[in-house]
């Protein structure tokens, strides 16, 4: 059986920007609560939203978004969205901001005041409802494809980091203009685009019937890996961030189809308290390690994406694909591993188990048991 569901809307383009006064008109958004972090704010980003919309309009900003999103940052949110009669959300950010925007659109129209309960991995996803606050995402850099996507991940209170989704979680506007991105500097580039290329890969392995997604998902692999190294190695690359803004959309428009282990070991991994890793770059160090991990699952699919990426015939095999994703990290500058992240090996177990309850270890090709799951971080783990 196959669920196949393609909904957003989006406006794509440089200038993209421009169309959002209209787009407000159109959701009936009158008193939209910004939900965003200090970075884009620091980054003069807000300023040029803030001119594209209505001068007087009312508008209360959030900017307290943690670069992993969590509960208490979701109360704080929701209270501002509450006391001052907010009618939507624009989330303006890479993840955080638009994960964080689903879990306050979410609890701002649902009951109880806990997150945990509508997790994916505790059944929450029957729960959500039409009723979610409209949200309209605004992303400013290329990787998570939130702005089209059914998820957020959020660290509960209960310290697990876990993902809420749904179809009525998903943005009523994608409003993406590259524009936005063509100041993000090298390392949040090649980490937010090794998210992307990671979404396009897991998706593309994923063992679900998904044609579509599949489909979609080489094509992004295709512009990611193109233009990745353009991108970090010149910052105001226009086609390059056109390409990487495109691809990371079809990332997240694909990666319905299910993800895999290596976002299953991310996810746990970017919960480690007082490390604060980067969620696409941690993406990035396990790729390698994963597919080769995967290759026995995979059928042909390892020499289908050599191919899109580049890779000459007779490298098209899982140590090759894994090289050449190991060879791209270090031409942009992904740390040579764990080790170079600060991970220490006391944390492997807790990570294993986290990935075994993780939300996409369910939709990996082959389900890794906690001690492959430990060897995972183990090849990954670097000199
Ligand atoms: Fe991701």
Not at 59 to 69: C, I, K, M, R
Not at 89 to 108: E, F, H, Q, R
Request: net charge negative; charged share 20%; proline share 7%.
């Amino acid at each position: 059986m196959a669920l196949i569901t393609y909904l957003t809307r989006i406006q794509f383009d440089f200038g993209a920007l421009k169309l959002l006064d209209a787009e407000l008109q159109l959701l009936g958004m009158r008193r939209p609560l910004v939900i965003t972090d200090k970075g884009v704010i620091a980054a003069g980003i807000w300023d040029k939203v803030k001119a594209s919309l209505p001068g007087n309009m009312p508008v209360t900003v959030y900017d307290g978004t943690p670069e992993n999103p969590t509960e208490p940052a979701m109360r704080d949110a929701l209270a501002l969205y509450m006391s001052e009669g907010c009618d939507g959300i624009i989330a303006i950010g890479g993840g955080s901001p638009m994960d964080l925007a689903k879990a306050v659109g979410l609890m701002a129209t649902h009951p109880g005041d806990s997150l945990q309960p509508y997790a994916m991995v505790e059944g929450g996803t029957a729960k959500i409802t039409p009723k979610v606050a409209p949200i309209v995402a605004i992303p400013t850099t290329s990787g998570t494809g939130s702005e089209v996507s059914r998820g957020g991940v959020i660290i509960m209170d209960s310290g697990r980091k876990l993902a809420i989704g749904s179809p009525n979680l998903i943005p009523r506007l994608a409003l993406v203009d590259p524009e936005l991105t063509l100041g993000l500097p090298p390392h949040l580039t090649a980490g937010t685009g090794m998210d992307a290329i990671a979404h396009c890969m897991e998706t593309f392995m994923a063992p679900s019937v998904n044609p579509p997604a599949e489909a979609i998902a080489l094509d992004g692999l295709d512009k990611a890996w193109r233009h990745l190294e353009r991108a970090v190695r010149t910052g105001g690359d226009r086609e390059a961030r056109w390409n990487l803004a495109m691809a990371a959309m079809e990332g997240a428009m694909c990666f319905q189809k299910g993800l895999g282990a290596v976002h299953a070991l991310s996810h746990p991994s970017g919960a480690l308290k007082g490390l604060r890793l980067h969620h696409g770059t941690l993406n990035a160090v396990y790729m390698p390690a994963v597919i080769r991990y995967n290759a026995p699952a995979v059928g042909d699919k390892i020499a289908r994406m050599a191919q899109v990426i580049g890779l000459p015939e007779r490298e098209a095999t899982a140590e090759g694909l894994a090289d050449a994703v190991a060879a791209m990290n270090e031409r942009i500058g992904i740390p040579a591993g764990l080790k170079a992240m600060g991970v220490p090996e006391s944390a492997f177990l807790t990570v294993a188990e986290g990935a075994l309850g993780d939300h996409c270890h369910l939709t990996t090709p082959r389900q890794p048991t906690k001690a492959e799951y430990i060897g995972l971080m183990e090849a990954s783990y670097g000199a």
